[in-house]
């Protein structure tokens, strides 16, 4: 089984082909990427309306580039799948239409997938991971702790009830004047700072496993105000504070999101971590930290399979296929559409 996965939410344009192994996982034959982040950068975050109008102008190339690399026609598909949200609306609109003429014109089955499950999933395709297991999505548009029982079968334990901890990252670095996205810069910074500022670590010791980082960012804030103007080491210093009290605060709310997991459905044995942020070497560390403590396998995927690609898209897709869910073309763009159908409305997206 070869599927073609499709990815528009925010401001990465991906197209890869995956295919299905014999022995169960899946085989990355083409896996394109194409940044947005040039054409933000000028406005420190995404720009909706830029970011649809470069996934329309990308989209057929890059196509047609991850069909070329993969040496696969479209003929030769067994699906196309097409991330249907949650995520900026007019961006979804233009891979999940480009998905769904292709399906129709070349009569094989499209997946409309959620994107989330596409993160929650990509740990399954490297092959061996068996559900259930602890999904920490880390990225610019979510932070979720998430039950994964099976394919569409999820259970949110936490969210944030504010901004994503990238979200918070890339605020925190544009307020400090540094350059966009912000984690990278902040990780920099921090690594040659020393955690002095004594900022908040918003919902510690929280029975349920939600997040808050507005209130933080607003700490870094009124800090850098009151000792402004900020020489260099001040802004090493207030980024290793900030990184340090995120650290904090993600520890404190995964031993959270384990209590709970357990409480819901039996010891928890397994974390996975992904979204952006798993990148971040000071967070990766104190997640190795804390699962060895508490006796849990930590999967980490690749990085550019945490970040948002088109090989969890395809991946998910073929999840979705080998259990006959495929969907018709009448599947609408969702702006927002929470993993787990009982999940509040304060699930947070980057829309
Ligand atoms: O998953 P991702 O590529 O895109 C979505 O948000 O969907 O995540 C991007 C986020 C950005 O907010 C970025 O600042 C953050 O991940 N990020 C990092 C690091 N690298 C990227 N945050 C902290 N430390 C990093 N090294
Ligand atoms: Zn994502």
């Keep these: 089984m070869r599927v073609l996965g499709i990815e528009t939410t925010c401001d990465e344009t991906a ?22 982040i040039a054409e933000h950068q000028a406005y420190g975050g995404v720009v909706p309306e830029i970011a649809a109008r470069a996934h329309i ?31 900026l609306v007019g961006g979804v609109i233009v891979g999940l239409t ?10 094989k ?13 990509t740990a399954r395709l490297s092959g061996g991971l068996a559900f259930p297991y602890l999904l920490l999505l880390v990225s610019g548009g979510h932070t979720q702790l998430v039950a994964v029982r099976g394919v569409g079968d999820y259970l949110r334990l936490g969210a944030t009830v504010d901004d994503a901890v990238g979200e918070a990252f890339d605020k925190v670095a544009k307020m400090l004047g540094l350059g966009y996205p912000g984690g990278p810069h902040i990780e920099r910074e921090a690594e040659r700072g020393v955690p002095r500022f004594d900022l908040p670590r918003p919902m510690l010791g929280r029975f349920k496993p939600d997040f808050s980082f507005s209130g933080l960012k607003t700490a870094v804030r009124l800090e850098a105000q009151r000792i402004a103007p900020l020489t260099g080491a001040d802004v090493a210093d207030l980024c290793a504070s900030f990184q340090a009290a995120v650290i904090d605060t993600l520890v404190d709310r995964l031993r959270a999101g384990v209590r709970l997991f357990g409480e ?3 010891p928890c044995r397994v974390l996975v ?6 990148a ?19 999967v980490v995927p690749p990085i550019p399979l945490c970040t948002d690609n088109g090989a969890m898209i395809a991946w998910a ?16 763009a969702r702006p927002r559409w929470p993993l787990d159908g009982a999940a509040d409305k304060a699930h947070h997206g980057k829309a």
């Excluded at 890869?16 to 896996?31: Q, S, T, Y």
């Excluded at 089955?109 to 999933?121: I, K, M, S, T």
């Design 98 to 107: 480009t998905a769904k003429a292709l399906a129709l014109a070349a009569h």
């Design 280 to 298: 971040n070497a000071a967070i990766r560390r104190a997640l190795t930290r804390f699962c060895s403590e508490s006796g849990l396998r930590l």
């Design 57 to 87: 102008d990308v989209l057929d190339r890059l196509i047609l580039q991850a069909l070329d690399n993969a040496q696969v026609s479209v003929a030769e598909l067994d699906g196309i799948a097409a991330a249907a949200g949650p995520g």
């Design 264 to 266: 819901r459905l039996g």
């Design 317 to 332: 897709g073929i999840e979705r296929l080998m259990l006959g869910l495929n969907d018709d073309m009448t599947f609408a």
């Design 273 to 278: 971590v992904a979204g952006g942020v798993a």
């Design 15 to 36: 197209a890869a082909v995956v295919r299905l192994k014999p022995e169960g996982g899946g085989e990355i034959l083409a896996n394109e990427v194409l940044s947005q």
């Design 109 to 121: 089955p499209f997946v409309a997938v959620n994107h989330l499950e596409g993160h929650a999933l």
